[in-house]
Every structure is written in structure tokens, then in C-alpha cells.
């Protein structure tokens, strides 16, 4: 999960994780009404409106807002263009181009987004039309997120709370330049809530200069399925690591790595209490990444209450915070949904980080911690 609104570097140096899993996700006692309007959200979802050219920040009156984050080498280089032409587009005689210099790196990027007023008692449907327009007819052979070849990274995302609270959404890797339909559903647990619906385009591990193009952007609001009413239910297992007797854990917990065997885990106890500890030197690169998870499942339309302590063990040693990874993630529509990056608090101390999620749909999520490099 590389974009964020507001991004943070993770700190190069030798960090001692402590992350206890006190996850206690909970559902409340309490049903929700069902919303029957179904309403597209967002302005101009097709870009007709908007003046041809480049975007500013804020363009008046067209409910879109563009955000350039980068070094100012190349911050005129990232952009957000209206393209009137019937042939580049999917639908309709206008498009929107996003643009990357080939000397982009790490967390700079380029986004295109409104800030749409939503309420509970709805599912909302996010979707977008995008293409690499300079990317090859068909995808290498082979090519995946961590394969090496060239693509084109979106970066598809809700956040609430008018873009400083939670986070709903996914990152894609185009690989050819065929035009193709990203989305993904969300529900909010507040009463009433503005949420930033945007699009970014991200460097690759190896950056070059890309171009995407997006059409038909909609945030389309439906019914709420209809909820049993519960008593307050605990649905993870083993939050307390009570059943953990080795040094490694073991069901229901799982631990896995991604890009080299940099990031160790291992189980441990203080007072009576135990915890999993993720150590990394200050040598990991950013494309590693660790993760402690279990699946737990989880109802359409109820309130779960999903917490979970972080300990921050040496940052007496550091200046820089480090960034962990919180949420849950729905595998079979490739969503991720909660705080998902954290900077943690400059402190030795525990703290309880937490959020709400109401589900979209009934099913099987991934309960995950975890860090990257």
C-alpha cells in the first residue's frame, strides 16, 4: 500500500517491533435501516463539463480537485489534463490524463478526486474506468506486482472523515493498455460522513514515465442488506495469544513476507502477557513487507469495533516515525478496508490504535498487522 494523502517514509533503521494483538472485533447490538434510493455521487463522472487542458488544484464549480506530492524538481511535471477526444476516451467525447515524469520515486504521485457527502445505511460503488495509454497490447507473460515488469500503478481509494480518517479501496498494476473497469463497495459507520474518492497514479519500482488515462468515475449509492439483530459477539480467535506455546505462531494465526526474508517475528511474553515481536535491520528495502493475519468472518451491514496495541520499542533511537500496517482485507474482491498505514506515536509505550468497520458484504476478511521496510 504505497499512496497515502498524507504519506510517511518508513525509518531506515534498526527497529524493534512489538505488536500484541489485542484485536477485538465486536458486533453491536443494534440493526440498520436500509436506504432505497440508489443515486450516482460524484460531478461530471465523465469529464463532458470540464475546460480541455490542464487541471488545478481546485478547479471551480467542477467538483474536482487535483493533488500533486513530490519534490519541487518535478512537481510541474505531475499531471492532471482533460483530453477532448472522442477516440482517446471510453465514453462520451472527453477523458482525463494523469501524467508521471520518468524521474519520480518512492511517495510521489499525482491524484484526481471529489470530496462526496455520504451517510450510513447505504453501500456505496465505486468505480472508474483506466487504460496505460503507452503501455504494450498485451501483458507480458509472467508479469505481476512484484515481477519487475514495467506497469503502470493506480492507487484507487476512499478516506473518511473528509479524507483524514479510514480508508476503503485497492492498488492495481495495469500491464497492457487496454481500458479497464476498477471498484470496489464500502459503508461508513457514522451517521453522516465526507469522504475523498480519488485516484492516483504511483511510480513503479523501477519508474519511467507513464501516462493513464480514466473515464466514467462514479460513486453510486444502493440499498443496505438488512441486518439480524445480535448480542455483542467477539469474532476473533486467540486475540490474547493465550494459545501460542511456541516461539512462532501457530493457527489460528498466520505470519508471512513478501521480498526477502528481512522482517523476523517471534512470540513473546512480559508480565504475564504475550506479544509478537517483528524486528527488521536498517538495511530493509521498501519493497519488503511482513504481516501477522487471521480469517474471521464477518456480516453485511453490522458494526465491528477492530482494535489492536502497538508497542514502539526503540524510538528513543529514532527521529523518524515508522509506519505500521492495520485493517482487514476482503480477498475476494480485492479490498482493503481501515487506517491501513499508521505512523506510530513517539512512544516506548503501548497504544491501542482502533477503528469501525461496517461490511459490504457478507464473507471471509483478513484480520492483518504488519510492517514494511
Known sequence: MRNRLEPCR?????????????????????????????RQWMVDAGFEKLKPGALEAASPNTGWEVQRVGREMISGLLRVECVR????????????????PGNTEGFEYVTLGQRIPIDSGCVYSVSAWVRWADGPVEAPKGASRTSGHRSA?????????NGAGAFAGRDVWLFD???????????????????LVYLSLLPNQRPVATTVMVDDFTLTSLPMPKVRRTIDEHV???ASLSSQSGRTLTSPWSFASMGG?????????????????????????????AQMFQSVGLRAGAHYE????????????????????????????????????IALDPTAEWRTYRFTHVPPSDGV????VGVNG
Open 261 to 289: 526474508p528481512h522482517i523476523r517475528h517471534s512470540v513473546c511474553e512480559e508480565d504475564g502477557n504475550r506479544f509478537v515481536r517483528f524486528t527488521m535491520p536498517d538495511s530493509t528495502p521498501g519493497t519488503v513487507s
Open 236 to 238: 476473533t480467535h486467540d
Open 153 to 161: 500503478v493506480v492507487s484507487f481509494w476512499s478516506r473518511f472523515a
Open 10 to 38: 518508513l525509518l531506515r533503521a534498526a527497529i524493534r517491533w512489538a505488536l500484541i494483538i489485542g484485536v477485538s472485533s465486536v458486533v453491536l447490538s443494534r440493526g440498520i435501516l436500509a436506504r432505497l434510493d440508489q
Open 177 to 195: 493498455n487496454r481500458w479497464r473497469r476498477l471498484s470496489y463497495r464500502f459503508c461508513v459507520p457514522d451517521a453522516s460522513d465526507r469522504a
Open 365 to 368: 476478511y483478513k484480520l492483518y
Open 306 to 341: 477492530v482494535s489492536c496495541r502497538i508497542r514502539w520499542e526503540n524510538c528513543a533511537h529514532s527521529d523518524r516515525a515508522p509506519i505500521a500496517n492495520f485493517g482487514l482485507y476482503h480477498e475476494r474482491s480485492d479490498t482493503w478496508y481501515g487506517p491501513v498505514d
Open 85 to 100: 477526444d472522442p477516440r482517446a476516451s471510453r465514453s462520451g467525447n472527453q477523458c482525463v490524463s494523469l501524467s508521471i
